[in-house]
């Protein structure tokens, strides 16, 4: 089947201009994951999405940031505001529901971001 | 201080070596995960652990929660093991990140 899928794959932007950026999660997994990597930095976690719960967003690195997740299943990361700091790579990522024998996070290639 | 510390930073080693890589935390954990960051960028998900061990393949991970210590042998190394290996605890609703070991494999 089909794995995650980000969109756009790249994206160069003006600072000050909004982004969204789209994962579409492997049908039937629960768990829905943002982070980002920075150039030649680690990844950060942002925001973490299970089931309908309501997510935590104290990962995000600012008010500019905001994420939501329709029905379940594909999410929005929105960038309002766009700065240079902002350019990193983000990546989703999905997981099956808690108690799936093989519990792990599959990886979305991720979206290149560049804030000009 | 980080929550999350991985060692070594950088590691080379000739094929067909056994290879370790540690990871302490410092934060109350679900989980910890163990990925592996090609060079070109994708990510991979190899282990997540609560307890004890897990082996797949060539790749073996293993945890003491008393101690927050995590690690991550690669038996019988190939150049193709090459990659950053990242340890991740998740506290359950947060995920910090080790800065990454670079594995070189020598052939």
């Known amino acids: 089947g089909a794995g995650v899928s980000q969109s756009p794959s790249n994206k160069v932007t003006e600072k000050g201009k909004d982004v969204e950026l789209r994962c579409d999660p492997i049908?039937?997994?629960?768990?829905l994951y943002w982070y980002r990597q920075s150039l030649g930095q680690g990844l950060e976690f942002l925001i973490y999405f299970q089931g309908n719960s309501a997510p935590d967003k104290s990962g995000l690195p600012s008010d500019r940031f905001s994420a939501e997740r329709t029905g379940g299943s594909v999410s929005t990361l929105t960038i309002q505001r766009t700065q240079q700091e902002d350019s990193a790579v983000y990546l989703c990522?999905?997981?099956?529901?808690?108690?799936?024998?093989?519990?792990?996070?599959?990886f979305g290639p991720g979206t290149r971001l560049l804030v000009l | 201080k980080n929550e999350v510390e991985q060692s070594p930073q950088n590691l080379t080693a000739q094929e067909g070596e056994f290879i370790t890589i540690n990871c302490s935390y410092s934060v109350g954990i679900s989980a910890l995960h163990w990925l592996q960051q090609h060079p070109g960028g994708g990510i991979v998900s190899l282990f997540m652990?609560?307890?004890g061990k897990k082996k797949h393949g060539r790749l073996i991970a293993t945890i003491n929660i008393q101690e927050k210590h995590s690690s991550l042998h690669i038996t019988a190394s190939h150049p193709r093991d090459s990659a950053v290996y990242i340890c991740a605890a998740n506290t359950g609703n947060q995920f910090y990140f080790g800065t990454g070991t670079s594995l070189t494999v020598i052939p």
């Open positions: 652990l609560s307890s």
């Open positions: 049908s039937g997994h629960t768990a």
């Open positions: 990522a999905s997981s099956p529901p808690p108690g799936t024998i093989i519990e792990t996070q599959y």
